[in-house]
C-alpha cells in the first residue's frame, strides 16, 4: 500500500493492516459532549453514557476511561477532554473510542476528516453507535473515507462558489473587501473614524451615511486622494521611484498609517488601477489542498471598470507605466557575498544595512559598499545615512574577532561566565519543582477515578458529579500547563547553557582554517557568532553570542 495514510477501503478485511479485534480484550474510551442548550434534553450526559455502556456491554469491551466536555460547543477541536482523549490515544492507553453520533465529537466535516486520519495513523478503532461506522470493518472505512472526500468537496465547492460570486462582483464593478486602497474610504471606515474622533454611535452613523451611503463601495478620501494626485506628478517629473519616497518625506507627507513613505509603497500606488476607477480581481487564488493564498501571474488579472469615481486620468496613469517599464531592467551588480550581511545596523538611524556594487564604467573597476537601507528608500528626512567601503568594513570586522579568539584573558573567563549562568538558571530547582507537579497530578488523577467509580455505581447524583468533576478538571489543567511552563524553563536552562558553552567555542576557533573558506562559508561562520554590529562613522559596536544575563520564561501559573 506504499505508506498510504489511508488504506482502500475495498480490500478484503484479512488485508487491513494492525485492527483491534473484537472482545473482552479492547479497552475502550467513550466520548461524551453535550451544548449548554443541550444539557435538559434528551441526549444528556447520563443518557449517552448509558448507551454506550449498554453497547459495550453487548459486545464485550471494556470500558477503560470516559472523557465529558459538558457544555462546550464542537465548532471546533479545541476541546480539553477531546484533547486528553487523543493524547491517551498517542500514549496506547485506550484501543477504541466510542461516541453515541458523530455530531458528538464534531460538527465540522474538515475536523471529522482530520479525527479520522488521527485514529487511523494511531491505529484505534473508531465507532459512532447510531450511524453505524466502525473503522475495523471494511464498511466502516468506507464511509470514513467517504466523509472525507464529502468534507473535501464540499471545501472545493465552497472556494468556488465564493471565487464565482466574487468574480461576478468585480465584473458589475463592485469593490469586494478588505482594506481600502489608498486615496479611498468606505462607510465602515468613516464610520470608525468618528467614533474616533468622539462621535457617539448615532451620530457617526448618520454622518457617515451622507459621505458614504451605500456600505460596500468605495467613495474618495479628499486628503488622500491628493496625496496620490501629488505623487504621480512628482513620478514623472523625477522619473524615479526613489525620489518620489524621498520628496514625501522630506515635504512631513504620511501614509495611512502615519509612517515614512518607502519605494515599495509608491511602486504598489503607481500600478494599482483602483484609482483609475477600475476594479481588478484575480491577483491571488487559495490553494485548495493548504487553503493558502498563492500570486497569479499578471496576465491571469481581470479588471473591470468600478462603480467608483476615478482618482487620475487614463493618460497620466499611462504615462507613469511608460517610465515604469522603461525602468524596469534592474542594472547588473558585480557577484559578489558580503560578509557581514543581514548583521549591520545604521548607527544615526537603527535601520538595517544592505550591500552594494557599483561599477565604474571608464575604467571597469567594481567598488562595494554597506550603505543605510532606510537612508536609500526613504530619503534623509528619515536618515542622514551612512556609506562605508564593505572591504574596509568587513577586514575590520574580521580583524576584531580573530583578536578576540586569540584573547588568553577573555577565554579563561569561559568557566566564570558559565558558572553564573548555571546559578541563574537554576535548572536542578526547576526540575525538583516539575517532580512536585506530577507528584500532585497524579493524587487529583486518583481522585478523578475515585469520582467516576461513584458514578458509574450510582453513588453521586449528575449535579453534583458535575460540579466536583468541572474542580478536579479546573485543577488537573492548572497543573498541566503549569508543569509546561515549568518543563520550558527547564530546557531553555539547559539550552542556555549549551549555546553559550558552544558560542566560545565558535568563537575560539574563529581563526583555523580562515584562509581556506569561501566567501560564503566566512559569512556563515561569521553570523555563527556575531549578533548584531552597529555602524558609526568613527566606530563599530560588534555584540557577539556571549550573555550571562539571560531571561527564563514564565513559570507563574
Not at 557577484?335 to 544592505?354: E, I, P
Not at 453534583?464 to 524553563?489: C, I, M, P, T, V
Request: glycine share 6%.
Amino acid at each position: 500500500m506504499n505508506g498510504s495514510k489511508n488504506p482502500n477501503p475495498f480490500l478484503h478485511e484479512a488485508t487491513q493492516p494492525n485492527f483491534i479485534p473484537d472482545g473482552p480484550c479492547v479497552k475502550v474510551g467513550l466520548y461524551l459532549r453535550v451544548s449548554t442548550q443541550n444539557q435538559v434534553e434528551k441526549e444528556s450526559l447520563s443518557t449517552q453514557e448509558s448507551r454506550l455502556r449498554a453497547y459495550c456491554q453487548a459486545n464485550g469491551f471494556i470500558v477503560h476511561q470516559i472523557y465529558i466536555d459538558a457544555g462546550v460547543s464542537a465548532k471546533d477541536t479545541d476541546r480539553p477532554e477531546l484533547k486528553r482523549l487523543m493524547e491517551d490515544c498517542e500514549k496506547r492507553k485506550i484501543q477504541a473510542v466510542l461516541v453515541t453520533a458523530l455530531d458528538r465529537i464534531t460538527r465540522s466535516l474538515r475536523d471529522l476528516h482530520k479525527l479520522v486520519d488521527f485514529f487511523s495513523e494511531t491505529n484505534i478503532r473508531f465507532i459512532s453507535i447510531t450511524q453505524n461506522i466502525d473503522s475495523s470493518s471494511a464498511f466502516g472505512r468506507f464511509m470514513r473515507d467517504l466523509l472525507g472526500l464529502i468534507a473535501q468537496l464540499e471545501r472545493g465547492v465552497v472556494a468556488e462558489r465564493v471565487a464565482n460570486d466574487m468574480h461576478h462582483r468585480a465584473s458589475l464593478g463592485r469593490w469586494n473587501g478588505g482594506n481600502p486602497s489608498f486615496g479611498y474610504t468606505t462607510y465602515q471606515r468613516v464610520l470608525e473614524q468618528l467614533k474616533e474622533k468622539g462621535f457617539s454611535e448615532q451620530q457617526a452613523k448618520k454622518r457617515a451615511g451622507r459621505l458614504a451611503p451605500e456600505p460596500k463601495k468605495l467613495y474618495i478620501h479628499p486628503e488622500e486622494a491628493e496625496i496620490v494626485r501629488k505623487i504621480f506628478k512628482i513620478f514623472i517629473e523625477t522619473n524615479s521611484l526613489r525620489r518620489t519616497a524621498h520628496t514625501l518625506n522630506m515635504l512631513g507627507i504620511k501614509t495611512r498609517n502615519g509612517r515614512t513613505w518607502a519605494v515599495s509603497t509608491i511602486y504598489k500606488i503607481l500600478t494599482s488601477p483602483t484609482c483609475l476607477g477600475k476594479i481588478s480581481y484575480g491577483k491571488t487564488k487559495t490553494d485548495l489542498e493548504t487553503g493558502k493564498l498563492m500570486s497569479v501571474k499578471k496576465d491571469g488579472w481581470k479588471v473591470f471598470n468600478g462603480q467608483h469615481e476615478p482618482i487620475i486620468s487614463e493618460k497620466i496613469f499611462q504615462e507613469a507605466q511608460k517610465i515604469l517599464i522603461s525602468k524596469s531592467r534592474k542594472p547588473k551588480r558585480a557577484g559578489r557575498t558580503y560578509l557581514l550581511s543581514g548583521l549591520l545596523r545604521c548607527g544615526k538611524c537603527g535601520g538595517s544595512m544592505y550591500g552594494c556594487t557599483f561599477e565604474k564604467k571608464s575604467s571597469g573597476k567594481s567598488y562595494s559598499y554597506y550603505k543605510c537601507q532606510d537612508n536609500h528608500t526613504r530619503g534623509t528626512a528619515v536618515c542622514e545615512g551612512l556609506s562605508i567601503p564593505a572591504k574596509d568594513l568587513d577586514d575590520f570586522a574580521v580583524k576584531t574577532l580573530a583578536d578576540l579568539s586569540r584573547d588568553t584573558v577573555f577565554l579563561q573567563d569561559k568557566g566564570k561566565m558559565l558558572s553564573i549562568l548555571k546559578k541563574e538558571l537554576k535548572p536542578d530547582k526547576g526540575r525538583q519543582k516539575l517532580e512536585g507537579l506530577k507528584k500532585a497530578e497524579k493524587d487529583i488523577e486518583a481522585k478523578v477515578e475515585t469520582l467516576l467509580e461513584k458514578m458509574e455505581s450510582r453513588l453521586i447524583e449528575d449535579s453534583d458529579f458535575k460540579r466536583e468533576y468541572d474542580r478536579l478538571k479546573g485543577q488537573l489543567r492548572e497543573n498541566r500547563l503549569a508543569q509546561e511552563k515549568l518543563s520550558d524553563s527547564v530546557d531553555y536552562s539547559s539550552a542556555a547553557y549549551k549555546a553559550l558553552s558552544a558560542s566560545f567555542e565558535e568563537i575560539s576557533s574563529f581563526g583555523k582554517n580562515w584562509k581556506f573558506l569561501d566567501d560564503k562559508a566566512k559569512a556563515t561562520k561569521i553570523s555563527t557568532i556575531v549578533k548584531e554590529i552597529k555602524v558609526y562613522e568613527d566606530r563599530l559596536d560588534i555584540q557577539v553570542f556571549l550573555d550571562a544575563k539571560v531571561e527564563q520564561p514564565s513559570t507563574a501559573v
